[in-house]
C-alpha cells in the first residue's frame, strides 16, 4: 500500500540528548514536511523540503534539523537545543500540482 | 497576524444537528483551501477541498468566500461518528506552504 510511514510511534528523550525522528514515503511525493502539534494547538511548521538535498525552516526551526538525501525519506533530529521538545511530531507530503498534504500516523515525544 | 484563524470551539451538538464552522485568512493571494478532520491522537486527513463554486460530498458542504476571506463548513444530520477536530488549510500565493487553522473541536451527543 502506498502511504507514508513514521517511527517509532513513541520516543522518550533524555536531557541533553539528540533523536532522530523517521519519516518514509513511497507515494512518490517531491515534498516532504514535519510539523509540530502542541495539545489544544494547530500545527506548526518545522521544516519542508521541496527536493532532494534542498529544505527550508518553517516557523519554529531552532532546535531541530532535518536531511533529506533521498526522495522517500525525511528524517527529524531533535537536539539538545530544543528545550521543550514534548509534542507530536506529523510528517506530510504532498505532489506537484496536489494540493493536499497526506500524514504519517505520528510519533509522540516525551521527555525522561 | 496568524495566517488562518478558526474558532476553537468546542461545539457540543445533538445527533441529527446541521452545525457550521468557518474560518478566516488574512492572505487574499492564498491558492487553494481544504477542510481537514483529526480524530483524537490521530493524524489529519483530508476531508474536502473547498472551491468558490462551492463543494458537496454527501452530508458535507465546503464553501469558500474570496471577497471576506473566509471558508466554511457545513455538516448537516450530524453522526456520532462526526466527532473529530475539524482544521482549516490554506495554501500560500507561493504555492508551497501550508497553513493549519488551530482546529474546532466538534462532539455530537446521543
Known amino acids: 500500500d502506498g502511504g507514508i510511514t513514521q517511527s517509532p510511534k513513541y520516543l522518550f528523550r533524555k536531557e541533553g540528548q539528540n533523536v532522530t525522528l523517521s519519516c518514509e514515503q513511497n507515494?512518490?511525493?517531491?515534498?516532504m514536511y514535519w510539523y509540530r502539534q502542541d495539545p489544544g494547538q494547530g500545527l506548526r511548521l518545522i521544516y519542508y523540503?521541496?527536493?532532494?538535498?534542498?529544505?527550508q525552516k518553517g516557523d519554529i526551526a531552532e532546535g531541530y534539523s532535518v536531511s533529506r538525501e533521498k526522495k522517500e525519506s525525511f528524517p527529524l533530529t531533535v537536539t539538545s537545543a530544543q528545550k521543550n521538545p514534548t509534542a507530536f511530531y506529523l510528517c506530510?507530503?504532498?505532489?506537484?500540482?496536489?494540493?493536499?498534504?497526506?500524514f504519517g500516523p505520528g510519533t509522540r515525544l516525551l521527555v525522561l | 497576524r496568524k495566517e488562518v484563524e478558526q474558532d476553537p470551539g468546542p461545539f457540543n451538538v445533538p445527533e441529527g444537528a446541521t452545525v457550521a464552522f468557518n474560518c478566516t485568512y488574512s492572505?487574499?493571494?492564498?491558492?487553494?483551501f481544504f477542510w481537514y478532520r483529526q480524530d483524537c491522537r490521530k493524524e489529519p486527513k483530508l476531508l474536502m477541498s473547498?472551491?468558490?463554486s462551492g463543494n458537496e460530498d454527501g452530508r458535507f458542504t465546503a464553501q469558500l468566500n474570496r471577497a471576506s476571506q473566509y471558508i466554511s463548513l457545513l455538516i448537516r444530520d450530524s453522526k456520532l461518528s462526526d466527532s473529530a477536530t475539524y482544521l482549516c488549510?490554506?495554501?500560500?500565493?507561493?504555492?508551497?506552504?501550508?497553513?493549519f487553522g488551530t482546529g474546532t473541536s466538534l462532539t455530537v451527543i446521543p
Open positions: 506530510a507530503s504532498s505532489g506537484w500540482f496536489d494540493g493536499t498534504q497526506y
Open positions: 507515494l512518490n511525493h517531491d515534498a
Open positions: 523540503s521541496q527536493i532532494v538535498n534542498d529544505f
Open positions: 492572505n487574499s493571494a492564498s491558492q487553494s
Open positions: 473547498v472551491y468558490s
Open positions: 488549510v490554506v495554501i500560500g500565493n507561493t504555492g508551497n506552504q501550508f497553513y
